[in-house]
């Protein structure tokens, strides 16, 4: 079952083949797993800040414009915001009902 797992993980971590593929691998890799990009989706906007955030609080260094254009086409082409696995959430009448808080 552990293979199973580590497998299935290692698979999420691998880019989709595109234009932008190694800049992606280049610039994201070297902080983090690309687990962490292989498994968000949105569109060019939100790419563009998540960019700006880690470069605001974490260090990112400064992408030049051109890389950081196809960056972003490939982000935009492949993990687009539609998608995006998850089933949509329930109505909230459909939802359960939380438990009371207990003091």
Known sequence: MLFLTLASNSQAS???PGDGDALVRAH????HS?????????DRAFWLKTIRWMQATQNLWPIPPEQEKQILDYLEAQYKEEDWSRRPLLDPELRPPLPKPTQ
Request: glycine share 12%; charged share 20%.
């Open 28 to 31: 994201c890799s070297g902080c």
């Open 14 to 16: 691998d880019l989709k």
């Open 34 to 42: 690309l687990l962490l990009v292989t498994t968000q989706r949105g």
